[in-house]
């Protein structure tokens, strides 16, 4: 079953807007990870928070953590019509982190 | 620049045949994954392997489908016999374990079984 489980489905906005994207999940995780997935290609590592940290930056790129409410969002700033891809979160099984289930994804469109 | 490799890119076959799929884990990486994709399930973990044993292979159907590692430089997943419900993408991805935990993805190999 999947543990996470990301918010929305889908997203369309306009190039330099700011996009964000949220992922719940529903037990406890020694880490989460956030990774894009352009049309027809595999998936990209983009950035690891571990569950004692509540926010993390890459770039672009901002994370954060609630392990309280189980949720993290993705924000991407000043978007560009390349970042168009699928966002994927997925956490680490318990007993071990090498194991991960992953969301359904947000697929984000930045239109030029 | 290393990456994962995957064989076949593409496959076509009939259902009842046997399909084979090839990765080339990044060479040091001691952790294999084997991932299937489709639109209504999503990304599902059938089989993982460190060091070339397996570790867990819960999430593959254990009638027709079979996941080994000849050698750390080649991972195999073996579909037999196919079906039409197989139709999907295969990912093959490695990692380090005691590292990142990143894993790094191949570029799949899409199935369609008719």
């Known amino acids: 079953s999947q543990q996470g489980e990301e918010d929305p489905q889908a997203l369309s906005i306009q190039e330099g807007e700011n996009a964000t994207m949220n992922c719940s999940y529903k037990t406890s995780i020694n880490n989460l990870q956030w990774y894009r997935q352009n049309s027809g290609r595999g998936l990209v590592h983009l950035i690891l928070?571990?569950?004692?940290?509540r926010e993390k930056h890459s770039g672009r790129l901002r994370v954060t953590l609630d392990t309280s409410k189980k949720s993290s969002s993705l924000l991407i700033t000043a978007s560009r019509a390349a970042d168009t891809a699928s966002y994927f979160c997925a956490t680490d099984v318990s007993g071990g982190s090498e194991k991960l289930v992953f969301g359904k994804g947000t697929k984000l469109t930045v239109n030029p | 620049d290393a990456r994962v490799t995957q064989t076949p890119r593409d496959k076509v076959t009939e259902m009842g045949q046997e399909v084979t799929m090839r990765c080339q884990p990044i060479l040091g990486h001691n952790t294999v994954f084997w991932y299937r994709q489709t639109m209504k399930q999503g990304l599902e973990l059938l089989a993982y392997f460190r060091n070339r044993a397996p570790l867990d292979d819960s999430g593959m159907p254990k009638d027709r489908f079979s996941a080994e590692m000849p050698d750390a430089t080649l991972a195999t997943l073996k579909i037999q016999p196919s079906e039409p419900r197989d139709s999907a993408v295969y990912f093959c991805?490695?990692?380090?374990?005691?590292?990142?935990?990143?894993?790094?993805f191949g570029p799949g190999t899409r199935l369609t079984v008719t």
């Open positions: 928070i571990r569950s004692n940290e």
């Open positions: 991805a490695s990692a380090l374990f005691g590292g990142t935990y990143e894993q790094y």
